[in-house]
């Protein structure tokens, strides 16, 4: 997916929520600041290909 198709789906979005790894969502008073997919491509020592992706994100308490 594209950011360009995720802000599209956002601007038509009546309502946002955020849930917590724990399954509980993110109260109203934090502001998301951040949220970015990082992906790892590596070999490790015994010559295994790995791909890791993982969502993080930035939570500031307002």
């Not at 601007?11 to 992906?39: C, M, S, W, Y």
């Amino acid at each position: 997916m594209k950011l360009s198709e995720i802000k599209d789906i956002l601007r038509q979005a009546d309502l946002l929520q955020f849930v917590l790894p724990d399954g509980n969502l993110v109260p109203r008073h934090f502001h998301v600041t951040e949220i970015g997919k990082v992906t790892k491509h590596y070999i490790d020592c015994g010559g295994t290909e790995r791909l890791e992706e993982v969502i993080n994100s930035t939570l500031e308490c307002q």
